[in-house]
């Protein structure tokens, strides 16, 4: 009797273990299934809309000539909308100009007397102002420029005392830099680390770390040596690390070297007992030069505000450590790149963590560092980080610039290929989007208005990457050119080139400001360069329509179609060469 129980139990339990088994199983599948469905959702939308278009204009030209030119219409409102944010971006840069952020830094252990000396300040600039008698008009111009930035601190420092902000003691303050890099030269990370060295930030509190690759051979090593023996003694520390290769559950990605580096130095944190809040990490490229006052103007950001660690601080980046050494097309790529960022500054709705850009130490070790699988890490931690803390996660812009390399190599057509490979990897971005959708569907405590926006952000933003131009510069010409007779006698079918075009025209009007900002924020001509540069520089701007697509919306569809057919993308290191361009960096 007691063996025909027992063997009841087990059989019982047998069928249970099967059962549990069968459900894990389906629920893992529908979970992949979900996954997949929004791996597909952004290239499939991509291309039905392209190839739904691209039929529809046979079967109904008149309909799609409409389409059209509303649609062209449209980007004519947006291109007037994006100019404004673009010279605003441009205003608050000016506006940081020249503010000694260290003498602020030191201002605020004593916000009474910071406060005294600020309105005196104040009033002395204002009776300066008033007696315009031998100012010249420049003159009058700094003054008011520093008047204003002298009532903007004294604002932040009625802020800071009304709303008992809590200040972090500043000479706390651990600046860490950590430079991944895999094969680049000593030179180009040499250029990297003499900015660094020029920083006014007390050298003794920035340490720095250069990350190199295992798999990059001998001659990783022999950099890392280089720099060992020429920055030894310029930093609070001077850290190198060798990330092994071959790491169970890692990508070859960049992430997952910037992650072991920082887990290394967080080891000499704990033993030191330094605490996490205390420290601000970068995570720079190797090409990154920063400005002598990146560090203080970061760390005021960061010590003056209340929920310091719920943000991310983004600088704006320009490519131009070698912006005249590149040729057009790569230039063209490079400013316009430099200006959506500037744009989006000024939108910190939308602001999202790219490339170059800074964080408190604490938010990073909360979220358990970089993702160690993932391409687009810059963008991904930003979402870590608003997934973790719930939502209650932004960026703040800093206005100030930090300089990088435009993409260039020793020939033409490798310059071409490696900007196309540079742009797809910038578009694989698009992983973020069912990352976010699958964890968005988990998660209880974010609000559904958040939820959608932030996917509708990233699904409208890389659909209309991979498809806007092609619409405008193919489509329009599919109901002229293989129309059906009836269309082809409407007044319609005449005009509509000479429509879209005026209204591509005036939307181009728009460069008129690009390209002006762009000579107001170009390094120096660098000596021996022929100034013929300058008119390059403005014939440049003619091959839009053609980068656009060529180097704009086909990267963007192959990222896409990529995820879409289960091929994910590598990471893929943009191939560093100098010429003759002197770095420079807040021209």
Request: overall charge positive; glycine content about 4%.
């Amino acid at each position: 009797m007691d063996n025909g129980s027992t063997k009841n139990r087990n059989i019982v339990s047998l069928l249970d273990s099967i059962r549990c088994f069968g459900s894990a199983r389906v629920k893992l599948d529908l979970n992949l299934l979900e996954q997949r469905f929004y791996e597909i959702l952004p290239g499939a939308s991509s291309w039905i809309t392209l190839l739904g278009l691209g039929v529809l204009a046979f079967i109904i030209p008149m309909w799609i000539s409409i389409f059209l030119i509303l649609y062209d219409l449209y980007w004519l409102v947006r291109a007037v909308y994006m100019s404004s944010y673009l010279l605003s971006s441009y205003g608050q840069l000016k506006k940081q100009k020249g503010i000694d952020w260290q003498n602020r830094l030191d201002l605020l252990t004593d916000i009474e007397n910071a406060k005294t000396i600020t309105i005196n300040e104040i009033r002395k600039l204002s009776d300066l102002f008033k007696d315009k008698i031998g100012h010249s008009r420049n003159e009058s111009k700094k003054l008011r420029h520093v008047l204003r930035q002298e009532k903007v601190f004294l604002d932040d420092l009625n802020n800071i005392e009304s709303n008992s902000i809590r200040l972090l003691d500043w000479k706390k303050i651990i600046n860490l830099v950590v430079i991944p890099t895999y094969k680049e030269s000593f030179e180009v990370l040499r250029t990297t680390m003499d900015h660094l060295k020029e920083a006014d930030f007390p050298s003794e509190r920035l340490w720095v770390v250069i990350a190199f690759e295992e798999r990059a051979g001998e001659g990783a090593l022999q950099t890392k040596k280089q720099i060992e023996e020429y920055y030894a003694n310029d930093f609070g520390r001077l850290i190198t690390t060798v990330h092994p290769d071959g790491i169970q559950g890692e990508q070859r990605v960049k992430s997952a070297n910037a992650t072991w580096a920082v887990k290394q130095v967080a080891e000499i944190f704990d033993k030191e007992n330094i605490d996490y809040e205390n420290i601000i990490v970068s995570n720079f490229d190797s090409d990154t030069c920063v400005g002598k006052e990146y560090f203080s103007y970061l760390t005021y950001v960061y010590v003056t505000n209340p929920d310091r660690t719920h943000c991310s601080y983004q600088p704006l980046p320009l490519y131009h450590n070698n912006i005249w050494d590149a040729p057009s097309f790569t230039r063209v790529i490079a400013i316009n790149s430099s200006f959506w960022q500037m744009i989006e500054s000024v939108r910190p709705e939308r602001l999202v963590t790219f490339s170059s850009h800074s964080m408190s130490f604490k938010a990073l070790h909360d979220v358990g560092y970089w993702s160690v699988d993932v391409v687009s890490e810059d963008s991904r931690i930003f979402w870590q980080c608003f997934l973790h803390y719930r939502g209650k996660y932004q960026t703040i812009p800093l206005f100030t610039n930090v300089s990088m390399d435009a993409t260039l190599a020793p020939t033409l057509w490798k310059t071409f290929i490696n900007q196309y490979k540079q742009k797809r990897r910038w578009a694989w971005g698009i992983e973020n989007f069912p990352f976010l959708a699958m964890r968005f569907r988990r998660d209880k405590d974010i609000s559904w208005k958040k939820k959608f926006k932030s996917l509708f952000l990233i699904f409208e933003g890389n659909h209309s990457w991979a498809t806007s131009s092609l619409i405008i510069a193919v489509l329009g010409w599919i109901p002229v050119l293989f129309g059906n007779s009836s269309f082809h006698q409407t007044v319609l079918s005449y005009n509509l080139p000479y429509v879209t075009r005026t209204l591509a025209s005036l939307a181009m009007g728009g460069l008129i400001i690009t390209m002006t900002l762009t000579f107001l924020l170009l390094p120096p001509l660098p000596q021996g360069t022929p100034k013929r540069k300058y008119v390059y520089m403005v014939l440049q701007w003619a091959l839009v329509p053609f980068i656009a697509s060529v180097l704009g919306s086909f990267p963007a569809l192959d990222a896409q179609t990529r995820m879409m057919i289960g091929k994910p993308l590598g990471f893929w290191v943009t191939e560093k060469t100098r010429g003759v361009t002197k770095t420079t960096v807040n021209d």
